[in-house]
C-alpha cells in the first residue's frame, strides 16, 4: 500500500456535509494525498515581501550561483571504479580473453625457459637420438626389403631413412609428449602465482604416472576404433563387388566420423591432464570431474586450441622447412649421416616448440575455465597472499 494512500473510514476524513436547505456553491476540494493534481505549493516569501521565484532586485545573489559560477564534476556514479585486478605471475586472477591466455603463453616461456624449452629439448633430444640410431642400424640389415616396400632405388636409401627416422620417432613421441605435457602444466600452475621451479621439484612429481596412464588408454581406444573399422572394410572387400561398394562407402563415411569423433574425444579430454597433475583426487573421479568441465566451455575451448595449432603449426615450419630442404639436399648428393644429424636437428626443434607451447595453453585454459565455472581466481589471490614470491 502506498505511503500517500488514506483510508476513508466512516467519519473520518470526510469534508463537512452542508446543513439541511444549504447549496454548497463549488464541489468541495480532493483532500486525498496521492490522487488527482498536486496543487502548486505556496511561494516563499522573502524578507523583502517578493517570493523567492521571482528574483528581487534589491538582493544580490548569493555566491556560486548565476551566470559566471565556477562549474563542478558530476558525482561519480556508483559501481564504475573497479579496483585493479590482482596479478601476482603471469596472468591476471580472472576470466582470460584470447589475447590474454596468448600473452600468458608467450610470459610463462620466458618466465621459466630452463623448465619449459630445456626440459622439453632434453627429453625430446633423447627421443629422436634413439629413434634416429635404432632405425639406421635396422635399416642396414632390411635396406633391400624397405626399398622394394616403400618404391625407392638404391640411390635414394638416404631418402628412406629419413623417412623412416621420422616416423619411428612418433611411438617414442606418444609416451614423451603427455610426460612432458603434465610436467610442464605444474610449472605454469606456479608462473601463475609469481614462482619458480626447478627441473628437479618438477620431475620428482608422483602424478605425472596417472597422466601417462590416460594418454595410454586413449591412445588403445583410438587403435582399437581403427583397427576395427579397417577390418570390416577389408571382410567387405572380400565379399565381391558390392562388398567393395559398401566397403569404400563405410570406408568414407567411417574416416569422417573418425576425424569429427578425434577431434570431439581430444577437446573433451584437454583438461585431463592439468586436472590429474593439480588435483589431489582420485583418478577416475579427476577424469569426471574435467569431462564435465569442458562440458559448457566445448566451442570455446574448440576454437582456442584448433587457433593455438595454426600458429604452431605455422611457427614450427618456419623452422623446420629449411632444415628439411638441406637434409634433403645432403641426402640427394651423398652426405648420409650428415642429413640424418640435420633432420634430427629439425625434428628437436619442431618438436620442442610444438609441445612446450601446447602444454602451456592447456594449462592456462585449465586455470580460465576454473575461474568462470568456479571462482578460482579467489583461491589463487589468497595462495598469492600468503606465498612467498620469487
Known amino acids: 500500500m502506498s505511503r500517500n494512500t488514506v483510508l476513508l473510514h466512516p467519519g473520518k476524513n470526510h469534508p463537512p456535509h452542508p446543513s439541511n436547505g444549504e447549496a454548497m456553491s463549488q464541489p468541495p476540494a480532493d483532500t486525498t494525498p496521492g490522487w488527482g493534481s498536486p496543487a502548486p505549493p505556496p511561494a516563499w516569501a522573502s524578507p523583502s515581501g517578493t517570493p523567492v521565484d521571482e528574483p528581487d532586485p534589491g538582493v544580490p545573489p548569493p555566491p556560486g550561483y548565476g551566470p559566471g559560477a565556477p562549474t563542478y564534476a558530476p558525482a561519480p556514479v556508483p559501481g564504475q571504479w573497479r579496483p585493479p585486478t590482482l596479478q601476482p605471475g603471469i596472468i591476471p586472477l580472472r576470466p582470460l580473453g ?24 632434453t627429453v625430446i633430444t633423447v627421443c629422436v637420438t634413439l629413434a634416429t640410431l635404432v632405425t639406421a642400424y635396422l635399416a642396414g640389415f632390411f635396406m633391400k626389403q624397405l626399398r622394394d616396400l616403400a618404391g625407392y632405388g638404391a640411390d635414394e636409401d638416404a631418402l628412406l631413412l629419413i623417412t623412416l627416422s621420422q616416423y619411428s620417432t612418433m611411438p617414442l613421441l606418444y609416451i614423451a609428449t603427455p610426460l612432458l605435457n603434465g610436467l610442464l602444466i605444474v610449472a605454469v600452475s606456479k608462473a601463475v602465482l609469481g614462482q619458480k621451479v626447478s627441473v628437479g621439484e618438477v620431475v620428482r612429481s608422483r602424478r605425472i604416472w596417472a597422466v601417462l596412464g590416460f594418454s595410454m588408454l586413449v591412445m588403445a581406444a583410438s587403435t582399437a576404433t581403427v583397427t576395427v573399422l579397417v577390418v570390416g572394410v577389408v571382410v567387405l572387400a572380400s565379399l565381391g563387388t558390392a562388398g567393395v561398394v559398401a566397403g569404400v562407402v563405410i570406408a568414407i563415411l567411417g574416416a569422417v566420423a573418425l576425424v569429427v569423433g578425434s577431434v570431439w574425444l581430444m577437446i573433451r579430454t584437454l583438461l585431463v591432464p592439468p586436472a590429474l597433475m593439480l588435483e589431489d583426487k582420485p583418478f577416475w573421479q579427476t577424469v569426471r570431474r574435467a569431462w564435465k568441465l569442458t562440458y559448457k566451455s566445448f566451442w570455446r575451448l574448440t576454437g582456442i586450441y584448433l587457433l593455438v595449432w595454426v600458429i604452431l603449426g605455422l611457427l614450427s615450419s618456419v623452422v623446420s622447412v629449411p632444415l628439411t630442404i638441406v637434409s634433403m639436399v645432403l641426402a640427394m648428393t651423398g652426405f648420409t649421416w650428415v642429413s640424418l644429424v640435420v633432420n634430427a636437428m629439425n625434428l628437436v626443434l619442431a618438436y620442442t616448440i610444438t609441445v612446450a607451447f601446447e602444454a602451456v595453453v592447456v594449462a592456462l585454459l585449465y586455470i580460465d575455465v576454473r575461474m568462470r565455472r568456479e571462482g578460482l581466481d579467489l583461491e589463487l589471490a589468497r595462495a598469492a597472499a600468503g606465498a612467498p614470491q620469487q
Do not use: I, S, W, Y
Not at 630452463?114 to 622439453?120: E, H, S
Open 98 to 121: 584470447l589475447g590474454e591466455l596468448l600473452d600468458g603463453t608467450m610470459k610463462a616461456v620466458r618466465f621459466n625457459p630452463k623448465v619449459t624449452f630445456g626440459l622439453t629439448a
